[in-house]
Protein backbone atom coordinates (compact mmCIF):
# COMPACT_ATOMS: atom_id res chain seq x y z
CA UNK A 1 0.00 0.00 0.00
CA UNK A 2 1.69 3.19 -1.03
CA UNK A 3 0.20 7.09 -0.17
CA UNK A 4 -1.60 8.63 -2.64
CA UNK A 5 0.31 11.30 -4.50
CA UNK A 6 -1.05 15.02 -3.18
CA UNK A 7 -1.57 17.82 -4.71
CA UNK A 8 -0.32 20.90 -3.70
CA UNK A 9 -3.37 23.02 -3.83
CA UNK A 10 -5.31 23.03 -0.64
CA UNK A 11 -8.65 21.86 -0.37
CA UNK A 12 -11.54 23.93 0.54
CA UNK A 13 -9.06 26.90 1.39
CA UNK A 14 -7.42 24.68 4.53
CA UNK A 15 -4.07 25.05 5.53
CA UNK A 16 -1.09 22.13 5.53
CA UNK A 17 -0.43 22.81 9.20
CA UNK A 18 -4.42 22.86 9.87
CA UNK A 19 -5.28 19.48 9.04
CA UNK A 20 -2.91 18.00 11.24
CA UNK A 21 -4.12 19.38 14.23
CA UNK A 22 -7.30 17.22 15.04
CA UNK A 23 -6.65 13.74 14.63
CA UNK A 24 -8.24 12.14 10.98
CA UNK A 25 -9.92 9.72 12.67
CA UNK A 26 -12.98 11.99 14.49
CA UNK A 27 -13.75 12.10 10.82
CA UNK A 28 -14.04 8.31 10.07
CA UNK A 29 -17.78 8.42 11.16
CA UNK A 30 -19.08 10.78 8.20
CA UNK A 31 -17.08 8.44 6.00
CA UNK A 32 -18.66 5.34 6.55
CA UNK A 33 -22.31 6.63 7.11
CA UNK A 34 -21.57 9.06 3.44
CA UNK A 35 -19.08 6.46 1.15
CA UNK A 36 -18.76 3.38 2.53
CA UNK A 37 -20.63 1.92 -0.79
CA UNK A 38 -17.57 3.36 -2.78
CA UNK A 39 -15.38 2.13 0.04
CA UNK A 40 -13.12 0.15 -2.40
CA UNK A 41 -12.94 2.90 -4.69
CA UNK A 42 -11.73 5.03 -1.52
CA UNK A 43 -9.40 1.64 -0.53
CA UNK A 44 -7.64 2.49 -4.09
CA UNK A 45 -7.38 6.37 -3.91
CA UNK A 46 -5.55 6.06 -0.35
CA UNK A 47 -3.08 3.61 -1.64
CA UNK A 48 -4.27 0.31 -1.34
CA UNK A 49 -2.89 -2.15 -3.88
CA UNK A 50 -5.92 -5.24 -5.41
CA UNK A 51 -4.54 -7.60 -3.04
CA UNK A 52 -5.55 -5.57 -0.06
CA UNK A 53 -8.81 -4.57 -1.39
CA UNK A 54 -9.46 -8.18 -2.20
CA UNK A 55 -8.43 -9.63 1.40
CA UNK A 56 -10.61 -6.84 2.99
CA UNK A 57 -13.18 -7.68 0.88
CA UNK A 58 -12.91 -11.77 2.01
CA UNK A 59 -12.38 -10.63 5.63
CA UNK A 60 -15.01 -8.76 6.43
CA UNK A 61 -18.34 -9.19 5.87
CA UNK A 62 -20.68 -6.19 4.68
CA UNK A 63 -19.13 -2.61 3.46
CA UNK A 64 -19.14 -0.56 6.53
CA UNK A 65 -17.22 -2.23 8.02
CA UNK A 66 -14.80 -2.49 5.62
CA UNK A 67 -14.82 1.02 5.25
CA UNK A 68 -13.87 1.71 8.41
CA UNK A 69 -11.19 -0.99 8.03
CA UNK A 70 -9.92 0.71 5.21
CA UNK A 71 -9.46 3.97 7.07
CA UNK A 72 -8.07 2.46 10.22
CA UNK A 73 -5.19 0.51 7.91
CA UNK A 74 -4.24 3.69 6.15
CA UNK A 75 -4.53 5.81 9.39
CA UNK A 76 -2.21 3.31 11.20
CA UNK A 77 0.17 2.96 8.21
CA UNK A 78 0.78 6.54 7.58
CA UNK A 79 0.48 8.03 11.09
CA UNK A 80 0.73 11.88 10.81
CA UNK A 81 1.14 11.76 7.38
CA UNK A 82 -2.47 10.58 7.46
CA UNK A 83 -3.99 13.53 7.11
CA UNK A 84 -7.54 15.14 6.53
CA UNK A 85 -5.85 16.70 3.12
CA UNK A 86 -4.88 13.62 1.94
CA UNK A 87 -8.46 12.25 3.06
CA UNK A 88 -10.31 14.91 1.80
CA UNK A 89 -8.88 14.59 -1.85
CA UNK A 90 -9.67 10.97 -1.97
CA UNK A 91 -13.12 11.45 -1.64
CA UNK A 92 -13.24 14.43 -4.07
CA UNK A 93 -10.99 11.64 -6.36
CA UNK A 94 -14.54 9.48 -6.43
CA UNK A 95 -16.65 12.01 -6.66
CA UNK A 96 -17.27 12.47 -3.19
CA UNK A 97 -17.48 16.02 -3.03
CA UNK A 98 -20.48 16.84 -0.33
CA UNK A 99 -18.70 14.14 1.78
CA UNK A 100 -14.92 15.89 2.08
CA UNK A 101 -16.92 19.57 2.53
CA UNK A 102 -19.04 17.98 5.36
CA UNK A 103 -15.28 17.32 6.90
CA UNK A 104 -13.97 20.85 6.41
CA UNK A 105 -17.01 21.88 8.23
CA UNK A 106 -16.34 19.91 11.27
CA UNK A 107 -18.89 16.83 11.54
CA UNK A 108 -16.81 13.93 14.03
CA UNK A 109 -17.28 13.23 17.45
CA UNK A 110 -20.69 15.18 18.62
CA UNK A 111 -22.55 13.43 15.76
CA UNK A 112 -21.27 9.97 16.50
CA UNK A 113 -22.04 9.66 19.17
CA UNK A 114 -25.70 9.68 17.71
CA UNK A 115 -25.07 6.52 15.27
CA UNK A 116 -25.74 2.70 15.81
CA UNK A 117 -23.25 0.72 15.21
CA UNK A 118 -19.15 0.19 15.87
CA UNK A 119 -18.87 4.43 16.71
CA UNK A 120 -15.49 6.63 15.58
CA UNK A 121 -14.49 9.60 17.33
CA UNK A 122 -11.61 11.61 19.29
CA UNK A 123 -10.61 15.37 19.81
CA UNK A 124 -7.73 14.63 20.90
CA UNK A 125 -3.78 14.81 18.60
CA UNK A 126 -3.12 11.45 19.84
CA UNK A 127 -5.66 9.35 19.94
CA UNK A 128 -5.90 5.57 21.20
CA UNK A 129 -9.87 4.49 19.88
CA UNK A 130 -11.02 2.14 22.03
CA UNK A 131 -14.44 -0.83 22.13
CA UNK A 132 -16.24 -2.48 24.55
CA UNK A 133 -16.38 -6.62 23.95
CA UNK A 134 -19.84 -5.99 24.82
CA UNK A 135 -23.41 -7.46 23.22
CA UNK A 136 -25.97 -6.28 25.51
CA UNK A 137 -28.51 -3.68 25.19
CA UNK A 138 -26.44 -0.65 24.13
CA UNK A 139 -24.00 -2.14 22.08
CA UNK A 140 -24.38 -0.41 19.18
CA UNK A 141 -23.34 2.06 21.37
CA UNK A 142 -19.97 0.65 21.25
CA UNK A 143 -17.53 4.07 21.59
CA UNK A 144 -13.86 4.66 20.96
CA UNK A 145 -11.91 6.53 23.37
CA UNK A 146 -8.76 8.62 23.13
CA UNK A 147 -5.65 8.58 25.39
CA UNK A 148 -5.48 5.81 28.16
CA UNK A 149 -2.15 4.38 29.57
CA UNK A 150 -1.41 2.52 26.55
CA UNK A 151 1.82 1.47 25.55
CA UNK A 152 1.81 0.76 22.04
CA UNK A 153 2.58 -2.66 19.82
CA UNK A 154 4.33 -4.97 21.86
CA UNK A 155 7.43 -6.74 20.94
CA UNK A 156 6.74 -10.09 21.91
CA UNK A 157 10.22 -11.67 23.04
CA UNK A 158 9.86 -14.42 26.03
CA UNK A 159 12.59 -14.02 28.46
CA UNK A 160 14.65 -17.11 29.26
CA UNK A 161 14.79 -19.28 32.85
CA UNK A 162 18.24 -20.08 33.41
CA UNK A 163 18.87 -23.62 34.48
CA UNK A 164 20.19 -22.74 38.16
CA UNK A 165 16.89 -21.31 38.98
CA UNK A 166 15.54 -24.11 37.90
CA UNK A 167 17.14 -26.64 39.47
CA UNK A 168 16.15 -24.78 42.76
CA UNK A 169 12.52 -24.57 41.97
CA UNK A 170 12.62 -28.31 41.45
CA UNK A 171 14.25 -29.05 44.32
CA UNK A 172 12.17 -26.65 46.82
CA UNK A 173 8.99 -26.48 45.29
CA UNK A 174 7.61 -29.39 43.67
CA UNK A 175 6.10 -28.06 40.81
CA UNK A 176 3.75 -28.88 37.74
CA UNK A 177 6.21 -30.90 35.51
CA UNK A 178 6.81 -28.75 32.81
CA UNK A 179 9.16 -30.12 30.09
CA UNK A 180 7.23 -31.44 27.17
CA UNK A 181 8.03 -30.29 23.96
CA UNK A 182 5.65 -28.42 23.63
CA UNK A 183 4.55 -28.01 26.76
CA UNK A 184 1.00 -28.21 25.33
CA UNK A 185 -1.24 -26.78 22.93
CA UNK A 186 -2.92 -23.63 23.23
CA UNK A 187 -6.38 -23.30 21.41
CA UNK A 188 -6.74 -19.29 20.88
CA UNK A 189 -9.90 -17.97 19.26
CA UNK A 190 -10.25 -14.86 17.69
CA UNK A 191 -13.93 -13.50 17.00
CA UNK A 192 -13.78 -9.93 15.16
CA UNK A 193 -16.35 -10.05 12.39
CA UNK A 194 -19.84 -10.48 13.84
CA UNK A 195 -23.45 -10.57 12.10
CA UNK A 196 -25.00 -7.63 13.64
CA UNK A 197 -22.72 -6.88 16.57
CA UNK A 198 -19.88 -4.24 16.71
CA UNK A 199 -16.40 -5.19 14.39
CA UNK A 200 -14.05 -5.68 17.14
CA UNK A 201 -11.19 -3.66 15.55
CA UNK A 202 -7.52 -4.26 17.65
CA UNK A 203 -8.12 -8.03 18.52
CA UNK A 204 -6.19 -9.15 15.33
CA UNK A 205 -3.03 -7.43 17.34
CA UNK A 206 -4.15 -9.35 20.37
CA UNK A 207 -4.10 -12.58 18.28
CA UNK A 208 -0.69 -11.54 17.33
CA UNK A 209 0.37 -10.68 20.70
CA UNK A 210 -0.86 -13.71 22.36
CA UNK A 211 0.12 -16.23 19.65
CA UNK A 212 3.23 -15.10 19.93
CA UNK A 213 3.45 -15.22 23.64
CA UNK A 214 2.65 -19.24 23.71
CA UNK A 215 4.80 -20.03 21.17
CA UNK A 216 7.61 -18.21 23.45
CA UNK A 217 6.93 -20.14 26.18
CA UNK A 218 6.75 -23.01 24.10
CA UNK A 219 3.25 -24.19 23.42
CA UNK A 220 2.13 -25.18 20.20
CA UNK A 221 -0.79 -22.69 19.36
CA UNK A 222 -4.00 -23.39 17.36
CA UNK A 223 -6.04 -20.49 15.86
CA UNK A 224 -9.61 -20.57 15.34
CA UNK A 225 -10.83 -17.12 13.65
CA UNK A 226 -14.72 -15.71 13.09
CA UNK A 227 -15.83 -19.18 14.11
CA UNK A 228 -20.12 -19.66 15.06
CA UNK A 229 -21.29 -20.66 18.00
CA UNK A 230 -21.38 -24.54 17.23
CA UNK A 231 -18.25 -24.31 15.11
CA UNK A 232 -16.74 -23.05 18.79
CA UNK A 233 -17.99 -25.64 20.83
CA UNK A 234 -17.41 -28.65 18.11
CA UNK A 235 -13.82 -27.13 18.06
CA UNK A 236 -13.46 -26.87 21.23
CA UNK A 237 -14.52 -30.07 21.89
CA UNK A 238 -12.31 -31.65 19.85
CA UNK A 239 -9.15 -29.90 21.00
CA UNK A 240 -10.07 -30.87 24.27
CA UNK A 241 -10.07 -34.81 22.85
CA UNK A 242 -6.65 -34.77 21.57
CA UNK A 243 -4.82 -38.08 22.16
CA UNK A 244 -1.85 -35.85 22.21
CA UNK A 245 -2.59 -34.07 25.36
CA UNK A 246 -1.28 -37.36 27.33
CA UNK A 247 2.02 -36.64 26.53
CA UNK A 248 2.33 -33.03 27.46
CA UNK A 249 2.16 -31.01 30.41
CA UNK A 250 -0.09 -28.36 30.37
CA UNK A 251 -3.12 -26.95 28.61
CA UNK A 252 -4.06 -23.40 27.64
CA UNK A 253 -7.34 -21.95 25.74
CA UNK A 254 -7.62 -18.48 25.45
CA UNK A 255 -11.45 -16.89 23.96
CA UNK A 256 -11.91 -13.24 22.73
CA UNK A 257 -14.77 -11.87 21.56
CA UNK A 258 -17.97 -10.23 22.48
CA UNK A 259 -19.38 -11.13 25.73
CA UNK A 260 -21.73 -11.06 28.31
CA UNK A 261 -22.02 -12.75 32.33
CA UNK A 262 -21.00 -16.12 31.46
CA UNK A 263 -21.15 -16.21 27.70
CA UNK A 264 -19.21 -15.31 24.71
CA UNK A 265 -20.51 -14.50 21.19
CA UNK A 266 -19.94 -16.71 18.17
CA UNK A 267 -19.70 -14.72 15.03
CA UNK A 268 -23.53 -15.54 14.40
CA UNK A 269 -24.25 -13.62 17.46
CA UNK A 270 -25.51 -16.56 19.32
CA UNK A 271 -23.68 -17.02 23.02
CA UNK A 272 -21.50 -19.80 23.79
CA UNK A 273 -21.95 -20.72 27.61
CA UNK A 274 -18.72 -20.94 29.43
CA UNK A 275 -19.51 -23.43 31.89
CA UNK A 276 -19.86 -25.58 28.97
CA UNK A 277 -16.51 -24.53 27.51
CA UNK A 278 -15.19 -25.41 30.99
CA UNK A 279 -16.66 -28.77 31.61
CA UNK A 280 -15.35 -29.86 28.34
CA UNK A 281 -11.46 -30.18 30.36
CA UNK A 282 -12.71 -30.87 33.75
CA UNK A 283 -11.44 -34.46 34.93
CA UNK A 284 -14.88 -36.84 33.57
CA UNK A 285 -14.54 -35.46 30.06
CA UNK A 286 -10.51 -34.90 29.63
CA UNK A 287 -9.15 -37.83 31.47
CA UNK A 288 -5.57 -37.28 29.07
CA UNK A 289 -5.53 -34.09 31.02
CA UNK A 290 -6.07 -35.53 34.41
CA UNK A 291 -3.93 -34.16 36.95
CA UNK A 292 -2.51 -31.10 34.48
CA UNK A 293 -2.68 -27.45 34.57
CA UNK A 294 -5.56 -26.17 32.15
CA UNK A 295 -5.32 -22.49 31.94
CA UNK A 296 -8.70 -20.65 30.05
CA UNK A 297 -8.16 -16.79 29.58
CA UNK A 298 -11.10 -14.64 28.50
CA UNK A 299 -11.04 -11.39 26.33
CA UNK A 300 -14.96 -10.44 27.04
CA UNK A 301 -17.41 -8.30 28.92
CA UNK A 302 -19.00 -9.74 31.28
CA UNK A 303 -22.12 -7.49 31.86
CA UNK A 304 -23.56 -4.10 31.22
CA UNK A 305 -22.01 -2.05 33.90
CA UNK A 306 -18.52 0.42 33.18
CA UNK A 307 -16.45 1.26 36.43
CA UNK A 308 -15.98 4.65 37.06
CA UNK A 309 -13.56 4.32 39.81
CA UNK A 310 -13.27 5.80 43.46
CA UNK A 311 -11.29 8.39 44.29
CA UNK A 312 -7.79 6.25 46.68
CA UNK A 313 -9.31 7.73 49.58
CA UNK A 314 -12.44 8.26 49.86
CA UNK A 315 -14.76 5.15 51.25
CA UNK A 316 -17.87 6.13 52.50
CA UNK A 317 -19.96 2.45 52.50
CA UNK A 318 -18.91 -1.02 52.62
CA UNK A 319 -19.66 -1.37 48.76
CA UNK A 320 -19.75 -4.79 47.05
CA UNK A 321 -18.33 -7.55 49.13
CA UNK A 322 -15.53 -9.27 46.98
CA UNK A 323 -14.75 -11.81 48.25
CA UNK A 324 -18.03 -12.96 48.67
CA UNK A 325 -18.33 -12.61 44.78
CA UNK A 326 -15.30 -14.04 44.55
CA UNK A 327 -16.48 -17.20 46.34
CA UNK A 328 -19.27 -17.81 44.54
CA UNK A 329 -17.50 -17.69 41.17
CA UNK A 330 -15.21 -19.88 42.45
CA UNK A 331 -18.05 -22.34 43.58
CA UNK A 332 -19.65 -21.98 40.00
CA UNK A 333 -16.24 -22.40 38.11
CA UNK A 334 -15.12 -25.33 40.05
CA UNK A 335 -17.93 -27.15 40.79
CA UNK A 336 -17.80 -26.51 44.53
CA UNK A 337 -20.26 -27.93 46.74
CA UNK A 338 -21.84 -25.46 49.42
CA UNK A 339 -21.62 -28.01 51.72
CA UNK A 340 -19.33 -30.99 52.88
CA UNK A 341 -20.27 -34.25 52.07
CA UNK A 342 -20.68 -37.51 54.30
CA UNK A 343 -19.97 -40.12 51.85
CA UNK A 344 -16.90 -41.53 50.50
CA UNK A 345 -14.37 -39.09 49.52
CA UNK A 346 -13.89 -38.62 45.75
CA UNK A 347 -11.34 -36.08 43.26
CA UNK A 348 -13.19 -33.02 42.42
CA UNK A 349 -14.47 -32.59 38.46
CA UNK A 350 -12.76 -29.69 38.12
CA UNK A 351 -9.16 -29.62 39.21
CA UNK A 352 -5.72 -27.85 38.23
CA UNK A 353 -7.82 -25.46 36.82
CA UNK A 354 -7.06 -21.95 36.24
CA UNK A 355 -9.60 -18.82 35.21
CA UNK A 356 -8.24 -15.19 33.84
CA UNK A 357 -10.98 -12.79 33.39
CA UNK A 358 -10.55 -9.25 31.86
CA UNK A 359 -12.99 -7.90 33.97
CA UNK A 360 -15.03 -8.57 37.01
CA UNK A 361 -18.29 -10.30 36.94
CA UNK A 362 -20.99 -8.02 35.49
CA UNK A 363 -18.67 -4.98 33.92
CA UNK A 364 -17.45 -4.30 30.68
CA UNK A 365 -13.88 -4.53 29.75
CA UNK A 366 -11.63 -2.24 27.23
CA UNK A 367 -10.56 -2.62 24.11
CA UNK A 368 -7.83 -0.60 22.12
CA UNK A 369 -8.85 -0.42 18.67
CA UNK A 370 -4.92 0.10 17.57
CA UNK A 371 -3.22 -1.68 20.77
CA UNK A 372 -5.71 -4.54 21.43
CA UNK A 373 -6.98 -5.36 24.93
CA UNK A 374 -6.13 -3.68 28.05
CA UNK A 375 -6.06 -7.75 29.44
CA UNK A 376 -4.10 -9.23 26.47
CA UNK A 377 -1.67 -6.45 26.36
CA UNK A 378 -1.22 -7.04 30.03
CA UNK A 379 -0.97 -10.62 29.45
CA UNK A 380 1.71 -10.67 27.56
CA UNK A 381 4.03 -7.95 28.73
CA UNK A 382 3.87 -9.80 32.38
CA UNK A 383 4.56 -13.12 31.11
CA UNK A 384 7.27 -12.70 28.79
CA UNK A 385 9.12 -10.44 31.13
CA UNK A 386 8.30 -12.72 34.33
CA UNK A 387 7.50 -16.24 33.26
CA UNK A 388 11.65 -17.03 33.39
CA UNK A 389 10.99 -16.82 37.58
CA UNK A 390 7.80 -16.13 38.67
CA UNK A 391 4.75 -18.71 38.75
CA UNK A 392 1.74 -18.26 37.29
CA UNK A 393 -0.18 -17.38 40.61
CA UNK A 394 2.36 -14.88 40.68
CA UNK A 395 2.52 -13.12 37.44
CA UNK A 396 -1.34 -12.67 37.20
CA UNK A 397 -1.71 -10.42 40.20
CA UNK A 398 0.69 -8.27 38.10
CA UNK A 399 -1.42 -8.66 35.41
CA UNK A 400 -4.62 -7.22 37.70
CA UNK A 401 -1.95 -4.55 38.81
CA UNK A 402 -1.27 -3.17 35.42
CA UNK A 403 -5.01 -3.15 34.06
CA UNK A 404 -6.47 -1.24 36.99
CA UNK A 405 -3.98 1.54 36.63
CA UNK A 406 -5.09 2.15 32.84
CA UNK A 407 -8.04 5.13 32.53
CA UNK A 408 -10.22 4.85 29.25
CA UNK A 409 -9.88 9.23 28.50
CA UNK A 410 -13.00 9.86 26.20
CA UNK A 411 -14.23 13.44 27.42
CA UNK A 412 -17.89 13.87 25.64
CA UNK A 413 -18.73 10.21 25.63
CA UNK A 414 -20.29 7.95 28.41
CA UNK A 415 -17.67 5.82 29.31
CA UNK A 416 -14.96 8.67 29.79
CA UNK A 417 -13.02 7.37 32.73
CA UNK A 418 -13.41 3.78 33.13
CA UNK A 419 -11.61 1.49 34.80
CA UNK A 420 -11.14 -2.18 34.18
CA UNK A 421 -10.19 -4.67 37.16
CA UNK A 422 -9.13 -8.23 35.93
CA UNK A 423 -9.54 -11.03 38.15
CA UNK A 424 -8.43 -14.85 38.20
CA UNK A 425 -10.10 -17.91 40.02
CA UNK A 426 -7.88 -20.77 40.09
CA UNK A 427 -7.42 -24.27 41.98
CA UNK A 428 -3.59 -25.48 41.20
CA UNK A 429 -2.82 -28.09 43.71
CA UNK A 430 0.78 -26.77 42.89
CA UNK A 431 3.32 -24.33 41.70
CA UNK A 432 3.18 -23.43 37.87
CA UNK A 433 6.03 -22.41 36.34
CA UNK A 434 6.23 -21.96 32.32
CA UNK A 435 10.49 -22.41 32.36
CA UNK A 436 10.77 -21.22 29.19
CA UNK A 437 13.89 -22.48 27.29
CA UNK A 438 14.42 -24.98 29.64
CA UNK A 439 14.99 -27.77 27.51
Excluded at 208 to 222: A, K, M, P, R, V
Excluded at 353 to 366: D, E, I, P, R
Aim: glycine share 8%; aromatic share 8%.
Amino acid sequence: MSQPKRSRQQLFGQSARGTTKTDVSVHFDTVVKEASHNWDGLAKELGFNRNEIRNIKSDVPDQDRRCREVLWKWKNKYGREATLQVLQEALVNIEEGDTAQALEEGAGPSNAVQEEGPRGGSTLDDPKPHHQDSAGPGAGGNWEASADEDDGKINVMVKTCDEEFWDKIMNEKDPYRMDSKPRGYALILNNKNFTSLPYRGGSAVDLSNITSLFQGLSFETHVLEDKKAQEIKGEVLAFSQRKEHRQKDCCVVVLMSHGEEGVIFGSDDVPVQLDDIFSMFDNKNCPRLKGKPKLFFIQACRGLKVDKGVPVDEADGPGPDVKVNLKSEMRSFLHLPEDESDGPEVQPTRTEMLCGYATQLGYKSFRNIENGSWFIQAITKVFMEHAKDKSVTEMMPKVINDVSKRTASCPGYPHHGGKEEAEFLYKLHKPLYFFPGVE
